[in-house]
């Protein structure tokens, strides 16, 4: 899944249409089910989340940029696209849950040509539950132990004593 590029189609309608004068027409938009809250994933699975949107205003939606609360969550490119008056469609997420485990609540803003202002939210939550199934056992954790000692203090051979002389 590719994240925050635009397409040389959208450049160009961008580029075209703000020369015209119709980017700066507002419009309104609606999104589907808005907040929404999901059952619990193992940490590591994916997440693919569609939001479904919906030009409702009399211009053309120009999605602009799309911005997410966390790294974890990635942006499909093609939500990033012009929608016609009373034109659909969608907001693909993925949510990558390695490095959250517990209840992780996410913000998504929408950034367009909107009357009610430059952005709209949505908002997703879950919980991420580590595989009960697995437990680390003495070892692994002693080798985790044993890495994280060597980054704070660094390996033995690069230990240096200084003797005043």
Same mark, same amino acid.
């Given at each position: 899944?590719?994240? *925050?590029?635009?397409? =040389?189609?959208?450049?160009?309608?961008?580029?075209?249409?703000?020369?015209?004068?119709? =980017?700066?027409?507002?419009?309104?938009?609606?999104?589907?089910?808005?907040?929404?809250?999901?059952?619990?994933?193992? *940490?590591?699975?994916?997440?693919?989340?569609? $939001?479904?949107?919906?030009?409702?205003?009399?211009?053309?939606?120009?999605?602009?940029?799309?911005?997410?609360?966390?790294?974890?969550?990635?942006?499909?490119?093609?939500?990033? =696209?012009?929608?016609?008056?009373?034109?659909?469609?969608?907001?693909?997420?993925? $949510?990558?849950?390695? =490095?959250?485990?517990?209840?992780?609540?996410?913000?998504?803003?929408?950034?367009?040509?909107?009357?009610?202002?430059?952005?709209?939210?949505?908002?997703?939550?879950?919980?991420?539950?580590?595989?009960?199934?697995?437990? *680390?056992?003495? +070892?692994?954790? $002693?080798?985790?132990?044993?890495?994280? +000692?060597?980054?704070?203090?660094?390996?033995?051979?690069?230990? *240096?004593?200084?003797?005043?002389?």
């Amino acid at each position: 899944m590719k994240t *925050r590029h635009f397409s =040389k189609f959208i450049i160009l309608t961008l580029l075209f249409t703000s020369s015209c004068g119709i =980017k700066d027409k507002k419009t309104t938009m609606s999104i589907t089910d808005p907040d929404r809250h999901y059952y619990p994933i193992l *940490r590591g699975q994916a997440l693919d989340i569609q $939001y479904v949107i919906e030009n409702t205003g009399e211009h053309p939606l120009f999605i602009t940029d799309i911005h997410t609360s966390c790294g974890c969550v990635l942006v499909d490119e093609s939500s990033l =696209k012009v929608l016609p008056a009373g034109g659909k469609g969608f907001i693909k997420l993925q $949510y990558e849950s390695d =490095k959250n485990i517990g209840y992780v609540k996410h913000y998504v803003t929408v950034y367009a040509n909107l009357e009610s202002g430059p952005s709209m939210e949505v908002t997703f939550d879950l919980h991420v539950v580590p595989n009960a199934l697995y437990t *680390r056992d003495y +070892e692994e954790l $002693y080798k985790e132990k044993s890495e994280e +000692e060597s980054l704070v203090d660094g390996d033995e051979n690069n230990l *240096r004593y200084y003797i005043d002389e």
